[in-house]
């Protein structure tokens, strides 16, 4: 199920899809189109202007946050974009509530862009604008697509197929999902690892276990590509931990690595890996090398050495970017514990509970202030980390709405509880 969408943009991208098609069919002037634009107008006030639509591959995001589609919805704002993008507006912005003759206009141009009819250069609507991004395009040129965009919409896409297989932890293992999620995080992290953490670590909202899940995930093929893993064999570790993590965590806290492992490890057994894993596996076997990879760490973990202490290598590394995601909603505190915090409580057992090699690893991938850092100034202004510097100390950090490079160095701070932040749940 998608997530709760207060503010109406599901309802409004729906109504305009369905004003679109009935101008498709019976034109401007028929009595449903009148009917269609009125319902449109009404979900305009209800999705409160300013809006700022970006269509973006396959995806429809408001105001730079994905918008959250179940399986009836999605095929027809997919539709809707297509259109979109046919009008040449892959960037539509309603800065009010257009009249109805207006919102007729507007379906009406969406209705040629549906038969590639780009909107003519003449066409004026008042209260919405538009404009077409070629970096929104995805295709042959997605390199070209902004790789904060490309972050964020990956991202989205991988909590939301994670929420799917921690919902379906009690089943077999998905192994086509839980690749998808892998691969669009390696993706990602190859397109802008700094991007894709401020995605993860800034996005307003609770941190679910699929979040939390994802997390873990991104740092430790973070974390490998820092170490130069071979890719083959960090993808195999991503696989173990999202399988660990699915079934490990919970909304507060989690179950030890050891459990975690042997519960993943119970569920991928038995589960299908698919024609075409199969066929990758070579003749006269079923099972697909990378599910023995995946199934031999965690065997590993869950049977080999029982005692974290003793594991090494990307054993060890799994152990701990779950531990610390185990441990980002402590539970005694009204506050979800930065990545900072995280690394702090990492340094701390460093070489007694935790591998030292590991942590060395994971600080290093991750800066010395890590993106989505809450911090204090020199002034005495509060704000959130948002991009490296050249001074590892000065990163540029986010006070309000103003972007502020230091003249000084900052200071970790605890992050404010939870009452008195803002913002909804992930992608909504």
Same mark, same amino acid.
């Given at each position: 199920m998608p997530a709760h969408d207060p503010q109406g943009t599901r309802g409004l991208l729906i109504d305009l899809f369905l004003l679109?098609?009935?101008? @498709?069919?019976?034109?401007?002037?028929? &009595?449903?189109?009148? #009917?269609?634009? =009125?319902?449109?107008?009404?979900?305009? #006030?209800?999705?409160?202007? &300013?809006?700022?639509?970006?269509?973006?591959?396959?995806?429809?995001?408001?105001?730079?946050?994905?918008?959250?589609?179940?399986?009836?919805? /999605?095929?027809? !704002? %997919?539709?809707?974009?297509?259109?979109?993008?046919?009008?040449?507006?892959?960037?539509?912005?309603?800065? @009010?509530?257009?009249?109805? !003759?207006?919102?007729?206009? %507007?379906?009406?141009?969406?209705?040629?862009?549906?038969?590639?009819?780009?909107?003519?250069?003449?066409?004026k609507i008042a209260g919405v604008s538009w404009r077409d991004l070629p970096a929104a395009r995805w295709g042959r040129d997605a390199e070209d697509v902004d790789p904060e965009v490309f972050c964020a919409t990956h991202l989205a896409l991988a909590i939301a197929r994670t929420e799917e297989l921690v919902a379906r932890n009690r089943e077999p293992w998905n192994?086509?999902?839980?690749?998808?999620?892998?691969?669009?995080?390696? =993706?990602?992290?190859?397109?802008?690892?700094?991007?894709?953490?401020?995605?993860?670590? !800034?996005?307003?909202?609770?941190?679910? &276990?699929?979040?939390?899940?994802?997390?873990?995930? /991104?740092?430790?093929?973070?974390?490998t590509v820092?170490? @130069?893993?071979?890719?083959?064999?960090?993808?195999?570790?991503?696989?173990?931990?999202?399988?660990?993590?699915?079934?490990? %965590?919970? &909304?507060?806290? @989690? !179950?030890?690595?050891?459990?975690?492992?042997?519960?993943?490890?119970?569920?991928?057994?038995?589960?299908?890996?698919?024609?075409?894993?199969?066929?990758?596996a070579g003749k006269g076997s079923r099972v697909a090398p990378h599910r023995l990879k995946v199934c031999a760490l965690l065997h590993e973990i869950a049977h080999t050495a029982r005692d974290p202490r003793e594991w090494e290598g990307l054993p060890a590394l799994i152990h701990l970017v779950y531990d610390l995601e185990k441990g980002r909603i402590p539970g005694n505190v009204d506050f979800a514990l930065t990545y900072a915090d995280l690394l702090a409580q990492a340094a701390a057992k460093m070489g007694d509970g935790f591998d030292e090699r590991s942590v060395r690893t994971l600080v290093y991938a991750s800066g010395e202030i890590p993106l989505g850092a809450?911090?204090?100034?020199?002034?005495?202004?509060a704000g959130i980390v948002i991009e490296h510097g050249g001074d590892p100390l000065r990163p540029k950090v986010l006070v309000g709405t103003q972007l502020v490079m230091p003249d000084r160095p900052v200071a970790l701070r605890p992050p404010a509880p939870r009452a008195t932040r803002t913002g909804t749940r992930f992608g909504a």
């Open positions: 679109m098609k009935t101008i @498709g069919t019976h034109g401007v002037d028929h &009595p449903l189109t009148a #009917k269609g634009a =009125n319902l449109l107008a009404e979900s305009l #006030k209800k999705a409160s202007p &300013p809006i700022e639509l970006h269509f973006v591959g396959r995806a429809v995001f408001r105001d730079r946050t994905l918008v959250p589609l179940d399986l009836d919805e /999605y095929p027809k !704002v %997919l539709e809707l974009s297509a259109a979109a993008v046919g009008m040449g507006a892959t960037e539509l912005v309603i800065d @009010g509530t257009p009249k109805v !003759v207006d919102v007729i206009r %507007l379906g009406d141009l969406l209705a040629a862009g549906a038969k590639g009819i780009a909107a003519p250069g003449s066409a192994w086509s999902h839980g690749m998808a999620v892998v691969r669009r995080l390696e =993706n990602a992290v190859e397109r802008s690892a700094d991007g894709l953490a401020r995605a993860l670590e !800034v996005a307003p909202g609770e941190w679910s &276990p699929a979040r939390r899940a994802v997390s873990a995930t /991104y740092r430790l093929l973070s974390a820092a170490l @130069g893993v071979q890719k083959q064999a960090a993808r195999a570790a991503a696989h173990a931990l999202l399988g660990l993590t699915c079934h490990g %965590l919970a &909304p507060v806290g @989690g !179950v030890a690595t050891v459990k975690g492992a042997a519960a993943a490890l119970l569920r991928m057994m038995p589960a299908p890996s698919g024609g075409k894993a199969n066929a990758s809450h911090v204090t100034l020199a002034d005495g202004h």
